[in-house]
């Protein structure tokens, strides 16, 4: 949790655009951390199904704060925080409502963009579920100001299949997205200056399956990447599909990340380093081998490839997850069983050794590091997950 003191600020003059009937556009502040004017760059949080404009209250706070002790360094900029009262409305069961809330996000960004006087031209979005799609098909509408969108971050969004399907509309927009969202579009087309990252909840997540958040066939590498809270350097600990707006460790590396995104005009192999850097990549120069790990322990340790670098010596970094996280079903009622838990990995490049490594500062009595693995599939007992 954050210890925060919101503001919300009603903008005057709201979007001009029919939705404003319904929709309402709000400034973020951080009581005596922010200042009244605007001063940073802008970033839109889009709540997700029956999701609450307040939400973005925790990834607003700690962006604050970090955006506060980094003001020594010229480099770094405040973010501006605006988000949207999109009524509360069941957007996983109606498309119609993710085409009307991707209209008025547009007419908002062309709001928020005429309250800097021409200082910026583009706004960073984040999206927790369904609102991660409502960003998607934000350029897709015929009111999108180009170029006013270069990053984006969903947060627990089904980006390859909605939860439920009740609604043809919906149907349609998914169906649109797959269309306009390729590759193709991100060398030469109207994508080649976005990126896209999203971070799923794991398996803790009940609601959405952390597999649909994956960016396959939707984003190159050069532009995005999907990854679980778990994976996550730092962040330890899984999340529920509400919890990953309010994740301690998950919302603290998040904020260090955009803080540094926003800092003065990058392009999109700079922003990729930077959101590679804190959101995949940890490296160990060494450790020990283990052959056995409690299960009450699975969440503090992630999967990492490694290449030794001398003798007993190692460099590892966290695996980017094209990786299926949840727990096969184990047969510990079975006398005589040997139960096993299994993750399937895929790698786009052949790596030497993968591993287990520990996450965070967790101490584990009478137990080193991680067990190294070389070579072919293994199964291991209930202590150790399957590689």
């Known amino acids: 949790m954050t210890y925060i003191y919101p503001n919300y600020y009603r903008v005057q003059p709201q979007p ?48 604050s704060k970090e955006s506060y002790l980094k003001k020594a360094s010229k480099s770094m900029q405040d973010i501006d925080w605006f ?29 928020i963009l005429d309250l800097y006087k021409g200082k910026v031209n583009s ?24 170029n006013s969108i270069n990053t984006i971050v969903t947060l627990a969004t089904p980006h ?7 609604d043809p509309v919906l149907d349609q927009v998914y169906h649109d997205l797959s269309r306009y969202w390729q590759p193709s579009q991100f060398e030469a087309g109207a994508l080649q200056e976005v990126t896209l990252v999203s971070i799923a909840g794991g398996s803790l997540d009940t609601i959405v399956h952390s597999d649909s958040i994956g960016l396959q066939y939707i984003v190159p590498d050069s532009h995005g990447f999907a ?3 778990t994976a996550i350097p730092f962040v330890w600990t899984g999340s529920d599909h509400m919890a990953i707006l309010w994740c301690n460790q998950l919302v ?29 990549e940890e490296q160990l120069d060494s450790f020990k081998n283990q052959e056995y790990i409690p299960k009450e322990y699975d969440d503090q340790w992630q999967l ?84």
């Open 16 to 63: 001009n655009s029919r939705l404003s009937k319904k929709y309402t556009l709000y400034l973020y502040r951080e009581g005596y951390v922010d200042s009244e004017q605007l001063v940073g760059v802008p970033a839109l949080f889009i709540p997700g199904q029956a999701g609450s404009y307040k939400q973005v209250r925790s990834i607003a706070s700690e962006t």
């Open 83 to 111: 988000t949207l009262d999109l009524n509360e409305e069941l957007t996983a069961f109606a498309g119609q409502h993710i085409l009307d809330q991707a209209t008025y996000c547009n007419a908002a960004i062309e709001t």
């Open 123 to 146: 706004v960073i979005i984040v999206g927790h579920s369904m609102g991660g799609i409502v960003a998607r098909t934000i350029l897709m509408q015929p009111n999108y100001i180009p």
């Open 160 to 166: 390859l299949n909605p939860p439920i399907l009740l």
């Open 227 to 229: 990854t679980y809270s």
């Open 252 to 280: 603290k590396r998040l904020a260090t990340t955009l803080v540094d995104v926003s800092g003065s005009f990058k392009n999109v192999s700079e922003r990729m380093d930077i959101f590679r850097r804190y959101l995949l």
């Open 304 to 387: 990492v490839t490694c290449e030794k670098s001398g003798l007993d010596q190692w460099m590892c970094k966290t695996i980017r997850p094209t990786i299926t996280l949840l727990p096969s079903a184990s047969a510990e009622s079975l006398v005589g069983s040997i139960p096993y838990r299994s993750i399937n990995v895929r790698l786009d490049q052949p790596v030497s050794y993968i591993g287990l490594m520990e996450k965070g500062e967790v101490v584990i009595p009478n137990h080193p590091f991680v067990i190294i693995y070389n070579g072919s599939t293994t199964v291991h007992k209930s202590t150790i997950w399957g590689i």
